[in-house]
């Protein structure tokens, strides 16, 4: 920005071409008042709306609402179903973005450290991505059926014990996260790929002349502290996307059984879409907010290091 | 590097791994292509087997398609995406090209909240714009699965860095030959940025058919239904325990994404990774 200002016309120069450039103006405005507008009512707005609505008891239906403060933080504090969703979130992000990214990093190595069958491999692994996660989430259920489900079925044959995944309380969050972690490895694959494709090969040349021979020791000394960047990247952008998870837990489970898989999405979809507690609902947003926020601060910060948007 | 050794036992092992991998990443689809093609009497077996005794693949997507308007269901994510992404390239492109290329008070600003709304999650504005559109009557209506996608501050910041990068020669010389500004955004920007819309299209169309949670908020009346709340509607009212017919229907909802991407998968992935990293 600061280049563009300082090479920008003086104030003689713009006194020189007044027409064109009001001309211009009035076009840049005529340009950007329909992206600007639709910001203001649909994404800046209702970020104000919701933070506002955090404060009301606001009931969708009811003739009259008041402010209440922090009254519903207080009742979402009070709340064990809160405390119960957010800790099953914060499982699921424990657990799927660490799997998601360590299995991602392991399919770009092992993609990336031969020549033949990459695009199919490639493809294979991306395909989960693409396909549509509801309709993924029904197949998986019926995978994970207690008697003719495929899961248990391998686990028969293996004489191991089955389980009734999705109707046990025990187990239905962590195959949640399998699920979770199925469909998000190849994006994360990709995204490795794409940061391995582009680190120079003439480091691999300089470290072999070092020594490094093994493919471990280059794995630690070149590929590894190259990777550093996308690894921080893909692990903040996993934890955001699995701080959403939605569509698989009001499928399968809707947060049961007995509140094992709630998770805050969920939470804030049933009191604000089911029971329309508006000003409740919207503390939770408030919440949730919060540490997606934070996490893509932590990736802006770590993006403006090297990139600079001007 | 590897012509040295006949057989190395690392490309083997390579390709050991990455196939068991595979496997697993495959399974689900698989296992769905085998089971909405077994008659009831398969599917409740307790012995599994992959390929069918008796192929039923096509009484099921028959069953699929009685059951569920599924074709109307398709049409459905059709017209929502293709107006989604539409609208979103129409509001986007001439902010991007009014941010990269012209001086107005404000700029600075505007591009300030652009990146600023990069970081806002869909779901945090939802009960918001859920009472807007309560409040106007827009409710359960195409409109309400559209407008509140219709801005897309990632679409601008995207096509804004590509801009940047379009020389302002090329810009002077269609100011020159007396083209508007509205007119070079239309006829000599697009052009230019057509590798950059298309991966903002194929992100969006993604992300967009395959949303579930904007559609089930808005949406009360079946025949307005996009394909992934036609999925989760088969399972919970008509399925049952028809598992043959459910995947069938599975099948039809995943296939025409999943049929695109192993045309141009090349295309997809870079568009995903493109646009993807927000």
Not at chain 2, 1 to 25: E, K, T
Not at chain 2, 116 to 129: E, K, N, S
Not at chain 2, 188 to 213: C, E, K, Q, R
Request: hydrophobic share 55%.
């Amino acid at each position: 920005m600061t280049i563009d200002a300082a090479i920008g016309p003086t104030g003689a120069a713009r006194r020189a071409l007044p027409a064109h450039r009001t001309r211009r103006t009035y076009s840049a405005y005529a340009l950007v008042t329909p992206a600007a507008a639709l910001m203001l009512v649909m994404l800046l707005g209702p970020l104000a709306g919701v933070i506002a609505l955090s404060f009301t008891d606001y009931q969708l239906g009811a003739p009259h609402f008041s402010w209440i403060g922090l009254a519903n933080y207080q009742d979402l504090f009070a709340d064990k179903v809160f405390w119960t969703a957010l800790r099953n979130t914060l499982t699921y992000v424990v657990i799927v973005v660490p799997g998601a990214v360590i299995a991602g990093l392991a399919i770009a190595l092992l993609i990336q450290s031969g020549t033949s069958l990459r695009s199919l491999y490639r493809t294979i692994y991306f395909l989960p991505v693409m396909a549509t996660l509801i309709a993924m989430a029904v197949v998986w259920e019926f995978m994970l059926h207690p008697q003719f489900g495929l899961v248990n079925g391998l686990l028969r044959g293996a004489g191991l014990p089955a389980f009734a995944w999705l109707q046990d309380r025990n187990t239905a969050l962590y195959a949640l996260c399998a699920i979770g972690i199925w469909q998000a490895v190849g994006f994360n694959m990709v995204l490795f790929l794409a940061g391995l494709v582009s680190i120079p090969k003439q480091l691999y040349e300089a470290a072999e002349i070092d020594g490094a021979s093994s493919g471990w020791a280059r794995f630690c000394l070149v590929t590894w502290p190259m990777l550093g960047p996308v690894t921080t990247f893909v692990v903040v952008i996993s934890g955001i996307r699995s701080f959403q998870v939605f569509d698989t837990v009001h499928v399968l489970t809707k947060g049961g059984p007995s509140k094992s898989t709630e998770v805050l999405i969920h939470t804030m979809y049933t009191e604000g879409f089911e029971f329309f507690r508006s000003g409740y609902a919207a503390a939770i947003t408030v919440v949730f907010l919060v540490f997606v926020l934070a996490l893509t601060l932590i990736k802006s910060r770590l993006a403006d290091r090297g990139v600079h948007y001007t | 590097m590897s012509n040295a050794h006949p057989i190395p036992f690392r490309a083997i092992l390579r390709h050991v791994l990455l196939i068991a991998g595979a496997a697993l990443m495959l399974a689900p689809f698989i296992w769905m292509i085998s089971t909405a093609s077994k008659p009831q009497t398969e599917v409740f077996s307790s012995e599994l087997h992959l390929i069918p005794h008796q192929f039923a693949l096509v009484e099921n997507l028959r069953e699929a398609f009685a059951k569920a308007n599924l074709l109307r269901f398709l049409l459905n994510g059709v017209i929502v995406t293709v107006s989604i992404f539409v609208l979103q390239v129409m509001v986007a492109l001439p902010a991007a090209y009014a941010l990269a290329k012209l001086r107005f008070l404000g700029r600075e600003t505007l591009f300030a909240l652009v990146l600023f709304g990069i970081l806002i999650p869909p779901q945090a504005t939802a009960i918001p714009v859920f009472l807007l559109l309560h409040k106007i009557g827009l409710l359960d209506s195409y409109a309400a699965l559209v407008l509140p996608f219709t801005i897309s501050v990632f679409g601008i910041f995207l096509m804004r860095q590509f801009f940047k990068t379009v020389p302002d020669d090329l810009v002077d010389a269609a100011r020159m030959d007396g083209i508007s500004e509205f007119g070079i955004v239309w006829r000599v920007m697009l052009p230019a940025a057509i590798p950059a819309v298309t991966a903002f299209g194929i992100f969006s169309v993604v992300a967009h058919w395959n949303d579930y949670f904007w559609p089930l908020i808005v949406l009360n009346s079946e025949q307005l239904r996009t394909p992934p709340l036609a999925v989760a509607h088969f399972r919970n009212n008509e399925a049952g325990t028809s598992y043959g017919p459910l995947m069938a229907a599975a099948m039809v909802i995943i296939a025409p994404l999943v049929i695109a991407f192993l045309f141009a998968q090349r295309r997809f992935i870079e568009g995903i990774t493109l646009t993807g990293i927000k």
